[in-house]
């Protein structure tokens, strides 16, 4: 088994190009594999200034279906009713999470939230991912594959890593988010910048109006465990630099250094001047896959000694402002 | 062989002791378990206070042997030449690393500097980890075992994750450190919180005196490209929170962005009232054994679904203040 295995990434090494670095592949991305992020995937959190009066503005993507969608909904609806104006930044642990939402626990929700249920926080995983996984399972375990052809045998060698996660039988970039599956599953998973829902005990999973986002090493263990609904893709700075919270779990101790929230929006309910305006790459394309084998194996002038894998979370999809 | 990996995994679940959080099985290991940092392997970096005029202290722990040797002799000999003292904070890179050091790069180096090499990065596996790896491939390929003891199959299994790593054959933490391995030969992993030494390009090693430590996600691509030489084990929000630096790298723009070190001393030379002193929990235990069971597959009352495995990067090691 191992034998093979290390055949197959022979194989893949052996016409080698001239190496580029992962920023230099996404540099030379065609426009067409760049996706519109729409109005209404866009929430905008502005805080009010720090001691610098520096703006401090948090641009979020939400996920797109099938994932999460109940709490999306509502994070729509609370958005809408404005509910997070004048909430706050109340916890901030470090290596952990910075979380926000009402600090009094008292204020009402709107009207016309869905229910949401724990069942969500995975969903079947897709034909293709099972389909992708299978191949890629063929190749390492069975020493065989069902192909002679010796591009396909590369690419397939390539993908390897995502059979080598420590909480899943397998990863893989779905429709731009990182996501894991076991047999027959699929679930987000969290790495640093993406934002999940604050909820008490199980069956009880949140309404969306408690959110947080990861600024630390990945917490993997809380996949599965809360619902994971979208991504910091601009001004996480404004999260990761604050103060750490001193009382447990990173909660601030003195009310007077929560961070005020002044307004949380769709990008859609902003006048279009005010939009901000970002792309992601398709994890669909063939750049993106070049600039995944790049991450897995750096190449690059500093790099002696390219990995040979990757964590899915050290593999970052590309955001970037609309040109 | 994916039957008997979960037959396995089922067959350890089955006598279900009532789960304990980790931190539970951190605060009931024996005193024994615990072992004292010596002196000469801490460092404490005194910073500038900050704008609220607050003390900001950083507590770092140095490699014991076989690990990085000749950089940690000569980060002693900076130490005790007081070399750092005036320098400072220059690069604080978010989800990446902060780093510190001469901004001049004109500071003349003490005499009595080791040369240091890049074949340094790695070194021979010791034979016991082999053995556990050898024990745990047996156990999840061949899907046999060579003892029929249902507790040592029970530990097997549960030991498993550490084939699953993406960068390495296996991972295992060694003499309190986490640690990587391929066929024969191991290395220290970029972890949160982990010091590397600065270096320019191939063969250049890097000297000691540029150091880092990281604050995101771990950076495992540069593991075995990077020499690791120690972890922060308190007071790393000092670092974490600072303010992201605007130009390439993270570096700081304007020279008055950069925080001034006052001093980095080795304990042992501080008189003995000012030192720190910090254990960290053996790795070699029992209550370790236990505690990263607890990180894989957390019981405790929040969780719905163990993981059923864990990154080495989020099973950090405990470390306390002594008692």
Redesign the interface.
């Known amino acids: 088994?191992l034998i093979t295995l290390l055949a197959l990434q022979a194989a893949a090494q052996a016409p080698a190009p001239a190496p580029k670095a992962p920023s230099e592949i996404i540099a030379a991305a065609p426009a067409a594999d760049w996706i519109d992020i729409a109005p209404d995937d866009l929430l905008v959190m502005q805080l009010a200034p720090g001691?610098s009066g520096k703006e401090r503005r948090v641009v979020i993507q939400l996920m797109p279906p099938p994932f999460s969608q109940s709490w999306i909904a509502n994070i729509r609806t609370l958005a809408k009713a404005h509910w997070w104006d004048g909430t706050s930044i109340n916890r901030?642990q470090?290596?952990y999470v910075v979380q926000w939402g009402d600090a009094t626990e008292k204020k009402s929700l709107p009207t016309g939230l869905a229910s949401t249920s724990?069942k969500e926080?995975q969903l079947p995983a897709p034909s293709e991912t099972i389909e992708a996984r299978r191949k890629g399972l063929e190749a390492q375990?069975q020493g065989s594959v069902s192909t002679k052809d010796k591009a396909e045998l590369e690419k397939l060698a390539k993908r390897l890593?995502?059979l080598?996660?420590?909480?899943?039988l397998s990863v893989e970039h779905f429709r731009g988010w990182p996501t894991a599956m076991n047999q027959a599953d699929m679930w987000p998973v969290h790495?640093?910048?993406m934002i999940g829902v604050g909820r008490g005990?199980?069956p009880d999973a949140g309404s969306g109006a408690e959110l947080y986002t990861v600024i630390?090493?990945?917490?993997?263990?809380l996949?599965?465990?809360i619902a994971v609904v979208g991504r910091v893709v601009e001004g996480?700075?404004h999260l990761?630099?604050?103060?750490?919270g001193t009382g447990a779990l990173g909660f601030y101790e003195d009310p007077k250094q929560r961070v005020p929230i002044v307004s949380i929006r769709l990008a859609s309910e902003l006048p279009e001047g005010e939009r901000p305006r970002m792309q992601y790459l398709s994890t669909e394309t063939a750049s993106f896959a070049a600039y995944a084998d790049a991450?897995?194996n750096?190449k690059d002038?500093?790099?002696?000694?390219?990995?040979?894998?990757?964590?899915?979370?050290?593999v970052p999809v590309p955001i970037r402002r609309k040109l």
Request: proline residues 8%; charged residues 25%.
């Open positions: 088994m001691a901030v470090d290596n724990e926080y375990f890593w995502r080598r996660d420590p909480y899943a790495c640093y910048g005990l199980s630390g090493h990945a917490p993997r263990h996949d599965r465990n996480i700075e990761s630099s604050l103060p750490r991450r897995a750096r002038a500093f790099f002696n000694i390219p990995a040979g894998g990757a964590d899915i979370c050290n």
